[in-house]
């Protein structure tokens, strides 16, 4: 994957996971929040996957 794919992919996950961290705030629900907060690490796991390609270049 590429820069700008990584980074697509970074700025889905966070997306999703912050949805899913709120919807499980406000209904309460403890595990839909920790995975919305896993999502939302992952995405910026991949940020920075995206940021190193770029600067290393997508060969890595």
Not at 26 to 34: I, L, P, R, S
Request: charged content about 35%; aromatic content about 0%.
């Amino acid at each position: 994957m590429g820069e700008m794919t990584d980074k697509a992919k970074a700025a889905g996950s966070k997306a999703a996971g912050s949805i899913e961290d709120g919807v499980g705030e406000m209904t309460n629900d403890k595990d839909m929040q920790a995975e919305g907060k896993a999502q939302k690490a992952k995405g910026s796991a991949q940020d920075v996957s995206g940021t190193v390609k770029g600067k290393l270049g997508d060969d890595i």
